[in-house]
Each structure stands twice: as C-alpha cells, then as structure tokens.
C-alpha cells in the first residue's frame, strides 16, 4: 500500500500545472469561508461587548429587548421588586444610552454612556490610568481605551468636553474586554450624573443587573422577574438572544450563509472540474497498473489519497492566508470585526472535506470502470 501511495503522489505533482489549479481552488474556497464566518464571529462577539465587559450574572429587561444597544427603560419600582425575590443577593440598575459630545476641537463624536450604580459601581471597567473613586468628582467620566478611543482625540486624564452644554471632565482611562460593534467610544459614569446629563424619557433604568446568592436560585429569580412581566436572563443567554438577532432578524446572517455557499460551490467546480480532467489524462497509467495486478481498492485508495492530499494542503493554505489578511488588517484597522474560531476552523474543514469526497467520487466511478484491455487497445 505503501508503494500504491507514493505512485499516486508522484502522478499528483507532476503535473504542476494541474496540482496548482486543485489547489487554488481549495484554497481559495477555504480563504472565502473561513473569511466570511470570520466576520461574521467577530461581528456576534462585539454585538454583546457591553454585556462582557459588564460581567453581570443575571441580565432583568424588557422581554423586547433584541440587543444591548435598543434598552427599554423600565419604572423604579421594578428594582425594589426584584431585590425582594428570594435568591437575589443584591441587584442595582444599568444606564445605557448615546450621547453627542463637543471635543476641545470643536469636533462632534458620538458615544455610548454606561452610568454605574451610584453606591457599589458594579460593572465598573479596570483603570489603567486614574482611581475609580475619582468618578465621584464633579463632572467627572471614565473613557475605555479601545479601537475608538482615537475618536475622542486620544484623551488623557483632565481632558475636558462637552455633552448636552454640560462640563465632562475625563478622570480614568480604563480597558475592557471587548469593544463595540458600531464604531462608537464609550464614557463611564455614575447613574445620576448620566440621567443629569442626558435627556431621557420617564423611565431610565436600562438593564437590572443581579446577583444570585447561588447558580441554584437562578431558574426561581427567572420565574419571580417573569411574574412581573418581565425576562431575566443569564449572561451566556443574553448573549444568546443578541447573537440570534443579527444571524435571524438582520440581513448579516443571510447574506454571510449566501457567501459561504457560493464560496462552497466555487470550490467545488474548480477542484471538481479539475480533478476529473486529471484523471482523465492519467487514465493510462491506473489502466496500466491494474494490468499488472493492481486491485481495485488500491486504485481508490489512491484517488482518495490525492483528494485528501490536496484538499489538506489547500485547507492548509487558504487558512493560513485568511488568518495573515486578518491580522495585517486589524494592524491598520484597529476596529476591524473578525475573529476566528474553533467553530470557523472546523466549518471550513467540513466543506473542504465535502469537496474532496465529491471531487474523489467522480474520479473513482472513472477508474474503476478501467478495463486494461481497452487502453492497451487505444
């Protein structure tokens, strides 16, 4: 068997030209897919930024609620009822809101405002410049350094703007997990300077974030919050229900499945076409080695063997140069939304696997159909 092998290798690589063809065509199909999903993955993963970084366990809200961003703010009395449900240690209301901001520059740039509890500042970002207790100065803000921080002029500690005519005084910089999806820096605050300073309805409690006293009590806080009509839902399941909005209710998900099909498709005709025009002009060589008393198995052990060599190696390749455009671009653009994954890396390999098992059939139906006589005839 060995021997059969090493003699498919050396008909694969002879024809450079053909084994180059198969193998663009892999790899550009695996570039494609693993690229799309990669977008994709990222886009999910800094959809949910704010919930990350905020790190709360249990997430109270509107149940219409479809992502962070689009918070309905909920009546007071809703906190002071879910701090009463047995199981909740303690539980404080999230700010959540945009805001326009006037630089020293005269420059207007959005943001995000997260305004913490007032006495526990829970969800407080890590400073990497300043003491968190400055927050409660006058005027006082927080900005994440992020991929768009440069937006905000690239602020130090005492840089000031303004928002809504009012005063804002930058006192820490701090560092997050992950950053935002829309291109839109983010400021920390206390909740009533963020409620101060910025209009709002009636209602200004975005999100209830809770502590459970234990994992076991989760499913009856769930249970309590939905009596009083609204949804309580874990980190990981908000993040969930986030992530299902952009694949099912946006055209995101659509239009990455779309791509990754044709990508599929265009693989599969290249390598395919290529692979049984390859075949076709080795067909002398497998007619001549079954005249010498090769069997049929070993003859599909071969085609197999340069299926899956070259899938392998076009995997290999398309892989690798997604991962090195990834880079290079999140290099030059910092907020740049694509991450591969274990999923993406295993998707891609599936497909690649299909493609070879597929271009590999149309080889074997050939081969074994092989009759020496005949080719020694022609």
Do not use: C
Request: aromatic share 12%; glycine share 10%; proline share 3%.
């Amino acid at each position: 068997m060995k021997g059969i092998l090493k003699i498919a290798y050396k008909l694969l690589v002879n024809d450079k030209g053909k084994f180059a063809a198969l193998l663009v065509g892999i790899t550009f199909a695996v570039f494609l897919i693993v690229m799309m999903t990669s977008m994709f993955a990222g886009i999910l993963h800094k959809s949910s930024s704010t919930v990350t970084n905020i790190g709360a366990k249990v997430w109270v809200m509107d149940p219409a609620v479809n992502t962070v961003a689009s918070s309905i703010p909920m009546p007071d009395y809703v906190i002071d009822a879910v701090r009463s449900i047995n199981g909740v240690k303690y539980a404080v209301g999230l700010y959540s809101g945009g805001a326009l901001v006037k630089l020293r520059s005269g420059v207007y740039q959005s943001v995000t405002v997260i305004g913490l509890d007032d006495a526990s500042l829970y969800g407080r970002p890590e400073l990497i410049e300043g003491q968190i207790e400055d927050i409660f100065a006058e005027n006082a803000f927080i900005v994440v350094k992020d991929a768009e921080f440069p937006k905000l002029g690239n602020p130090g500690l005492g840089t000031e703007f303004e928002l809504n005519d009012h005063r804002g005084i930058i006192v820490g910089i701090a560092k997050v997990t992950t950053s935002g999806l829309f291109g839109v820096p983010t400021l920390y605050t206390t909740y009533k300077r963020a409620i101060q300073y910025i209009p709002s309805t009636r209602y200004t409690t975005s999100y209830i974030m809770v502590e459970p006293k234990s994992s076991d009590t989760v499913p009856y806080i769930k249970q309590q919050v939905a009596a009083l009509g609204y949804e309580a839902l874990t980190k990981d399941e908000f993040n969930r229900k986030v992530a299902n909005f952009y694949k099912y209710q946006t055209g995101v998900g659509t239009n990455v499945l779309l791509m990754t099909v044709i990508s599929f498709i265009v693989g599969l005709s290249i390598s395919g076409q290529t692979f049984y025009t390859f075949i076709l002009e080795n067909l002398d060589k497998f007619g001549a080695l079954k005249a010498i008393g090769a069997k049929g198995k070993e003859l599909v052990s071969m085609i197999l063997f340069q299926a899956a060599f070259t899938a392998l190696t076009g995997y290999g390749l398309g892989v690798g140069l997604a991962s090195l455009l990834i880079a290079v671009a999140k290099l030059r653009l910092p907020s740049y939304a694509a991450e591969i994954t274990y999923t993406n890396l295993g998707f891609a390999f599936v497909m690649v696997l299909i493609i070879a098992g597929i271009s590999s059939y149309v080889g074997v139906r050939k081969v074994i159909k092989i009759e020496p006589f005949d080719i020694f005839r022609g």
